[in-house]
């Protein structure tokens, strides 16, 4: 941007989640700004179903790394790390309606709660908590909240998530594309106001991670009250029938759990629970039976057909709450033990395997929106001669400098760098067009050649080759036409000199 360039124009909107230490941080910059822009913070929920997780190890390491962060990104700012990170829904919900009624004072009652969590360390889910808080504040009692705001909540949730984001937080937008991602220092801060967007930094924002979705097949009224409190902090879809779950299955928006009625609209749930073990392990998709009574053999024939656990329709919601939890927490471990299975440990970066269930999972997505899907092929040029000359453990070293290096520059969310095999890269990468690809491969190539890893080649360093393929996912394309593509845009970038980026196959003449 030039100097002659006029500060954008249009309010300022910034999406925020209480629980965010980012976005805390960034709100105390705002405070300590001498004249802060007009700017409305619409709360957003980041981690919706947070009340219901542990504090574990994990958890705890995550908050703990994003506090360390803050402290060094904005050490102006006071932060304290809380005993644990809590349900911000309560909270949010009362300063959306005070924002209806009187901004000012939803300015003082945030400012207040990022206080208690943030400085007090003080749980602002908890009951006595936030009455205290709005009494300090002025208030005779925790505001009533209304339909209104209830929708002015959703509504910001899902512009956010919808929105070119990222799903990430804080998020600052003028619209029109003119947006800042992250926490930004105070001059990139003031350079975003006067008309300029900078880029997202990962270690200065949060990642949104959506509710764990449960799949009802049964009568929804019936066993409403085993059900109404858990749709608070899950979403629950009901099923249209057993082909309903059937079709998600193995699909990115595959439930994280399956209720069945036993028996309900003369479906048989024997049949329903080996259809779907077919396909997707007891690990993977618990399956919960609803029993009107105890039955030994039918719940026998329930178990060995696939079935994780039966539950008879006369417990508590407690009870069932309880249980589902418990089946929820094992599945997630297990599945990031197979996350971290799937990793390659040389590198630090997803292995091939990861890569070829993701690119499957992206390409049904896209098939899904009718949206590109693009694919990089990255080889590191002359590495058999690197190896000879400098030895494997050198070579060991310069695949994880290029691996950490590729990981470093593809930073949105959906992105997926993998080690394919060898000296090979392969990167997927969604919503992304042929000009994308192509500046996107481009900045990689020189982020490793910036490296500056000598080797005897040609250009007396190491450099890399790209292959580039984008498709628009079909029935009649499968996910091996773009890594085919990819491949021979690869094969193409290597003949005509290496250290380039190539998105053209030649044909058979060479054209």
């Not at 400085?119 to 009951?127: A, T």
């Not at 504040?137 to 925790?142: A, E, F, I, R, Y």
């Not at 890269?425 to 994308?436: E, H, M, R």
């Amino acid at each position: 941007m030039t100097t002659s360039q006029t500060p954008i124009t249009g309010q300022l909107r910034i999406y925020a989640d209480l629980n965010c230490p980012f976005c805390y941080a960034l709100h105390q910059r705002f405070l300590a700004m001498e004249s802060p822009p007009d700017a409305h913070w619409c709360l957003i929920e980041h981690a919706q179903d947070i009340e219901h997780q542990d504090a574990s190890l994990q958890e705890q390491s995550i908050l703990a790394t994003e506090v360390f962060h803050v402290r060094h990104r904005a050490p102006d700012v006071a932060i304290a790390m809380p005993p644990a990170r809590p349900n911000t829904h309560k909270a949010t919900l009362i300063i959306t309606e005070l924002q209806r009624r009187d901004s000012a004072q939803a300015d003082q009652l945030r400012q207040a709660f990022y206080q208690a969590l943030w400085v007090d360390g003080l749980n602002i889910d908890d009951d006595q908590v936030v009455q205290s808080i709005c009494r300090d504040n002025g208030l005779d009692q925790v505001p009533i909240v209304s339909p209104t705001a209830r929708d002015n909540l959703k509504q910001q949730q899902h512009y956010w998530q919808q929105g070119n984001f990222d799903h990430r937080i804080p998020s600052l937008d003028f619209g029109d594309d003119n947006h800042l991602l992250g926490l930004p220092t105070p001059q990139e801060l003031q350079t975003f106001l006067a008309g300029q967007g900078l880029p997202l930094n990962l270690e200065t924002a949060c990642l949104y991670r959506p509710r764990q979705q449960l799949m009802f097949l049964g009568d929804l009224i019936k066993h409403w009250h085993l059900l109404s409190e858990l749709r608070h902090h899950k979403d629950i879809q009901p099923a249209k029938g057993p082909a309903h779950i059937q079709q998600l299955l193995g699909d990115p928006e595959q439930p994280n759990l399956v209720v069945l009625q036993h028996h309900f609209a003369g479906y048989n749930t024997i049949d329903i629970c080996q259809t779907i073990r077919k396909q997707v392990d007891e690990l993977q998709l618990p399956i919960v039976i609803l029993l009107e009574q105890s039955h030994e053999e039918l719940e026998l024939q329930l178990l060995k057909s696939g079935a994780n656990e039966i539950i008879y329709t006369h417990k508590t919601a407690d009870y069932f709450q309880c249980r589902i939890e418990q089946l929820l927490k094992i599945q997630v471990t297990l599945a990031q033990l197979t996350k971290t299975a799937r990793m390659d440990h040389l590198t630090d970066i997803y292995s091939r395997a990861e890569f070829e269930w993701v690119l499957e999972v992206e390409w049904r997505r896209a098939q899904r929106s009718r949206g590109n899907l693009a694919l990089l092929m990255i080889d590191i040029d002359h590495f058999k001669p690197y190896n000879d000359h400098y030895g494997h453990l050198a070579g060991d070293d310069t695949l994880r400098q290029i691996a950490q290096t590729l990981q470093k520059h593809c930073q949105r969310a959906s992105d997926l760098v993998s080690r394919y095999g060898g000296e090979e890269f392969a990167i997927i990468l969604p919503n992304t067009d042929q000009d994308g690809a192509m500046q996107i491969g481009e900045q990689l190539r020189q982020a490793v050649e910036s490296l500056q890893i000598p080797h005897r080649s040609p250009y007396q360093h190491v450099t890399v080759s790209a292959g580039i393929a984008v498709l628009t996912p079909d029935h009649n394309k499968s996910p091996n036409d773009l890594v085919d593509q990819a491949d021979k845009a690869l094969y193409h970038a290597k003949a005509l000199g290496r250290n380039q980026v190539n998105n053209v196959i030649p044909n058979k003449e060479g054209i």
